[in-house]
């Protein structure tokens, strides 16, 4: 073998496969001089690119379209559109007239636009960035004659394992699933929504790679198990057994962790748990109710936005709940309303800030833009005719953001009523506890929610001061510090003498370990990735209240993350010897 690389496992499975890499970056342009006999060849060089750039294009378009729909494939009309703009060509066709090499000519015109798009006033045009970019690299790829590294080019069939710096929206709705078969990042985490859509998508995924992209030149062969984060460069035959060994040894023990699909999650001592799962896009509604789990606790409804250009209106939001919510049968779902911003932009985006996390995201933009969120919240009442809707908004800091909610699911309802439309006013509305503000103030919220759901992932985030999506920071992106737990059990605290529910439906709660530290600090309900429900239902049924209860505090006791996951470990080992998976790619018990 020449070499194993490591990243963080981001989503389970072993691929064997060959390297698809896609450097999807504007490359270095030479500045380069003609001479006066070459312009009009120089220029017809250009048209030629343009061109063909189009013809992709209209290809991808076309593909796009039968795989995700006619909203994600509209990205394409507005790139054919730029490169049909006279404007643009004529200014490109100017330089090279001034003796100028076509592909400087193109770059510098493009880096003229898009910075002019950038600073415009009108939020149209800013997010019209994103796809004068990719015009940008798609074309000087072309011109300049570099490898065409368009996943476009893929056969259905051909299982690549996908090789990217970080995976953007338009590269997004360009998975296809006939023939990509993994992906393997350097950039990203394992709460990174490269990591969540890949979860959700069912795909082997291996970010925080750094620097796979630089070391892989395409073609290789490779092993990438998503489970370990390991990716193996040209393995030898023998070694490419040994995995597919593993890969059916995972098999078997995942067939038999579905056989707890329709028992209880009940604890020894007959505690009961709700395990929910998480749905990221509605596509994967009906698989998750096969899993066993009890209805949706986080529906990430950005998922929707994500990859597209407009934002999906009411009746296709509205079909898209309907469709959750019927799949779960009555089942409780609860619905989560935009969390865009962040690392989760709709393409070309919504302004560039210097620190999106802290800036202008979720339940922010949501209530300054209240046109925008009223047309989601009508169609969250449209849908909660259909069974047991529950709407929970994120990123909740002060009691205001919930009052202003409040009133204007109060004019959704109005709106609806004045429409004549079936819908149901009494909708529960919770909030996400993922800020130490809203955690340590959880008492001043309780009054005037239905339910807390502690989002660990921005929880941690915040708490530690360490970016979920940086690959660099990834080892100190620890849930089991004391500070966390401690939130965590104040929280859990408060939603008790309250008397309202509190869940957890960050990643903590999938990764068996940490379900079992929560289940200890009170944790009642929790939801989880889908694939994830047979794993939490196995630890609950193996261990008692008790037992859980005790670990916890050993855990609380800690003055570390490491002492934390220790003492929880040593416990859960007692409970259910040492299957390594149990311990989230960490050592077991010693
Ligand atoms: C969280 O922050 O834990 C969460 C569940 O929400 P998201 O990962 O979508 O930010
Ligand atoms: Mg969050």
Same mark, same amino acid.
């Given at each position: 073998m020449e070499r194993q690389i490591r990243g963080i496992p981001a989503s389970p499975g072993i691929v064997v496969g060959h390297v698809h890499l896609l450097r999807w970056e504007v490359p270095e342009v030479r500045h380069r001089i003609i001479p006066d006999e070459n312009v009009h060849d120089e220029i017809a060089r250009l048209h030629e690119a343009i061109s063909r750039a189009k013809e992709r294009l209209r290809h991808l378009r076309q593909r796009v379209e039968s795989t995700a729909g006619a909203e994600e494939a509209a990205i394409f009309d507005v790139q054919m559109s730029i490169l049909d703009d006279r404007e643009l060509t004529r200014g490109i066709e100017d330089l090279v007239r001034q003796n100028l090499g076509a592909e400087k000519a193109f770059d510098l015109v493009m880096l003229e636009w898009r910075n002019r798009f950038a600073r415009h006033a009108a939020p149209m045009l800013r997010e019209r960035v994103g796809d004068l970019t990719d015009v940008h690299i798609r074309v000087l790829s072309l011109l300049m004659g570099l490898p065409d590294h368009d996943p476009v080019d893929l056969e259905p069939g051909t299982s690549a394992i996908l090789v990217t710096h970080d995976l953007t929206p338009s590269l997004t709705v360009q998975l296809d699933r006939r023939s990509i078969a993994a992906i393997a990042t350097d950039a990203g985490t394992r709460t990174s929504h490269v990591a969540i859509l890949a979860r959700s998508l069912g795909l082997p995924a291996v970010v925080g790679l750094r620097n796979a992209t630089t070391l892989l030149r395409g073609g290789e062969r490779v092993v990438l198990d998503g489970g370990t984060g390991m990716l193996a460069i040209n393995p030898t035959d023998a070694e490419i057994d040994a995995y597919r060994e593993r890969q059916r040894e995972e098999a078997v023990a995942e067939a038999a962790l579905t056989e %707890? #699909? #329709? %028992?209880? #999650?009940?604890? %020894? $001592?007959?505690v009961r748990v709700t395990l929910r799962a998480n749905v990221d896009i509605p596509e994967e509604a009906e698989a998750a109710a096969r899993s066993g789990a009890e209805g949706v606790g986080l529906m990430r409804t950005e998922f929707l936005v994500v990859g597209r250009t407009t934002m999906p209106d009411e009746e296709e939001q509205y079909r898209a709940y309907r469709r959750v919510v019927e799949a779960f049968d009555g089942k409780p779902v609860v619905i989560r309303t935009f969390d865009i911003g962040g690392d989760k932009l709709p393409v070309g985006g919504f302004p560039t800030e210097p620190n999106p996390f802290l800036g202008w995201r979720a339940i922010r933009m949501c209530l300054d833009q209240p046109e925008m969120f009223r047309v989601q919240l009508r169609a969250l009442l449209r849908a909660a005719v259909h069974g047991d809707l529950r709407i929970m908004l994120p990123l909740i800091v002060t009691l205001d953001e919930v009052l202003a909610a409040r009133r204007l699911l109060e004019e959704a309802a109005g709106e609806l009523r004045d429409r004549g439309a079936d819908f149901r006013a009494d909708v529960p509305l919770g909030v996400m506890i993922e800020t130490p503000a809203a955690a340590v103030a959880a008492d001043t919220l309780t009054r005037d929610v239905d339910f807390f759901s502690i989002g660990t992932n921005d929880l941690v985030q915040y708490t530690l001061a360490v970016d979920r999506g940086n690959a660099n920071l990834a080892p100190r992106f620890t849930p089991l510090h004391p500070a966390v737990l401690r939130l965590i059990k104040r929280t859990v605290e408060v939603a008790e003498m309250g008397d309202i529910e509190v869940a957890v439906c960050g990643e903590m709660a999938s990764q068996p370990l940490m379900a079992f530290a929560l289940l200890g600090l009170g944790v009642r309900q929790m939801s989880v990735a889908p694939r994830s429900v047979p794993l939490v239902k196995r630890i609950v049924r193996s261990v008692t209240e008790a037992h859980a209860k005790l670990a916890a505090s050993a855990a609380l006791r800690a003055r570390t993350a490491d002492e934390a996951r220790h003492e929880l470990a040593r416990r859960l080992g007692d409970a259910v010897? $040492? #299957?390594?998976?149990l311990y989230d790619g960490l050592p077991g018990p010693e």
């Open positions: %707890l #699909a #329709a %028992l209880e #999650a009940i604890t %020894l $001592d007959g010897g $040492d #299957a390594p998976y």
